[in-house]
């Protein structure tokens, strides 16, 4: 497999208000806004970005309307501060994720004195009384929704003792609240469960976990009664990220392998579910697991004494480590696996235990997030890799009542995105509704949007894109009235 490499250059174009010519035809109720996030410059200057999480952000916004079969499409670089000294200096400003600034030692002392973090948003949006681009960063920017204009910027730390947020909340719809975790960097590290009014951003703090390391986060599964953390023997070397702050070294570099235990307090090297119970704001149990590496979750219910939890699991912090620039774009990259995995976690005691569901590369995993965030669900959609690319080829529908799976590949050198779930309105059936998604296909040098019927995984409907845009990260689609979200 070729051809991946043209989802890690650069596309500086930026377009607004194109329509695009439609094959096929939407669904009627299909009227609202895909907007998905993800790299648009992978360059500063003369400095090439070392790591698939440090190219400046680009949105992407699709307005679609299956009234009209129609599809308008905008992208615009996220006028962060790090985008603007990139343009404007040709340097890196602050540490990104595995690139260390372009900026005189004394400057990078401050930084780590200081804590300053980069504020470059390239993992996803969520709406927080306004489109909000994100990262594992303590600044949101704002962004109009049909210009994709920068419109301002949003503490996500506001009202909590935090260095930055996780880049995959969740919303509560019955508690109308933003659910999160905050985490904040000393010896070790603090991360907080809390939850923030999407209007007033008035926050409430639930439990806070201390731990002696800093294991790595990036998302966490939520039920009505519980949060769940995968503390995870995998993190931050965090005496290493100070004085690699000062050296040259990276976020990225300082992540390592508690060989110890978390926190030395075991002589394993085992995993802990921390179970918080959202109601009484503190932990229900701590549940030990064979060690794994996770950065997504798919989602998690309870049955009977047990919680369910879903998610992509990797073998350990090659996940991350492994995805730079370089071996990505290559022609033979060494990608680790990541596959779906099911975790039974025992509410009384013992340990977790495992079973693999779906052997990847998988990632991308969502589902029914409206109706089925915290329950039984049926339908798990992801995002699967062949073996030799770095990028997915096909999109996968996994029944997890039957074990059995569903996918559709397009035609071609073509790379599809996450694949977002959109129910039709008023239907009964888990999987009565559509797929939307992009598809970068190489060969025509080009990003398209298209639409599967979610039932069945064909393509019924597909956007012609005007230009190519690197692969990208998460999003959501806004339907209008409606502003209910499509994951994590
Ligand atoms: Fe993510």
Not at 154 to 173: K, M, S, V
Not at 251 to 268: E, K
Not at 344 to 360: F, N
Not at 403 to 408: F, H, I, K, M, P
Request: aromatic residues 10%.
């Amino acid at each position: 497999m070729s051809g991946h490499g043209l989802g890690f250059e650069t596309q500086r174009e930026e377009r607004s208000g194109e329509s695009l010519a439609l094959s096929g035809s939407l669904p009627d109720w299909l009227v609202g806004r895909l907007i998905r996030n993800g790299p648009g410059q992978f360059e500063a200057g003369e400095t090439r970005l070392d790591h698939w999480f440090d190219p400046y952000a680009m949105l992407r916004s699709f307005r679609i309307d299956g009234r009209t079969d129609s599809v308008d499409y905008t992208n615009r670089f996220v006028r962060s501060e790090d985008f603007r000294h990139a343009r404007s200096e040709g340097e890196v400003r602050r540490m990104l994720p595995g690139t260390p600034p372009d900026r005189p030692v004394w400057t990078r002392l401050r930084h780590s004195l200081t804590g300053a973090f980069q504020d470059n948003p390239s993992i996803g949006v969520f709406d927080a009384g306004g489109i909000t681009a994100i990262t594992e960063s303590p600044a949101g920017i704002r962004v109009d929704p049909d210009s994709l204009e920068t419109t301002g910027r949003r503490d996500l730390t506001t009202g909590l003792d935090a260095d930055f947020t996780l880049g995959h909340p969740h919303y509560d719809p019955d508690r109308d609240a933003f659910v999160n975790f905050a985490v904040s960097y000393g010896r070790g590290a603090t991360y907080t469960l809390f939850e923030r009014d999407p209007q007033t951003t008035a926050v409430d703090v639930i439990c806070e976990l201390p731990f002696d390391d800093a294991p790595y986060a990036h998302s966490f599964a939520l039920t009505d009664e519980f949060a769940v953390l995968a503390a995870i023997p995998y993190g931050l070397d965090t005496t290493q990220l100070l004085t690699g702050a000062l050296s040259g070294g990276t976020f990225v570099d300082a992540v390592t392998d508690f060989q110890d235990g978390i926190g030395g307090q075991t002589d394993t090297r085992d995993a802990r579910f921390v179970v918080i119970d959202r109601e009484r704001g503190e932990i229900h149990r701590e549940v030990p697991a064979d060690p794994f590496f996770v950065f997504h979750h798919a989602n998690a219910h309870r049955a009977g004494d047990d919680l369910l939890v879903d998610l992509i699991a990797y073998d350990d912090e090659r996940a991350m480590t492994r995805l730079t620039l370089d071996n990505l774009a290559s022609d033979t990259p060494d990608i680790p696996a990541g596959d779906l995995v099911r975790y039974r976690v025992p509410l009384d005691e013992g340990r977790a235990s495992s079973e693999t569901l779906y052997e990847g590369q998988v990632e991308f995993p969502t589902f029914d997030y409206p109706d089925r965030l915290g329950s039984a669900y049926r339908y798990c959609y992801m995002a699967a890799n062949a073996d030799g690319s770095s990028l997915p080829i096909r999109l996968v529908k996994y029944d997890l009542d039957e074990r059995t799976a569903t996918s559709w590949a397009p035609d071609g050198t073509a790379f599809p995105g996450e694949p977002l779930f959109e129910k039709a309105p008023g239907a009964d059936r888990e999987d009565a509704g559509v797929i939307v998604t992009t598809v970068l296909d190489a060969d025509a040098e080009r990003t398209d949007l298209v639409v599967l019927d979610a039932g069945d995984m064909t393509q019924i409907a597909r956007a012609t894109g005007v230009h190519r845009l690197p692969y990208g990260f998460h999003g959501q689609f806004y339907r209008d009235g409606n502003r209910v979200r499509s994951m994590a």
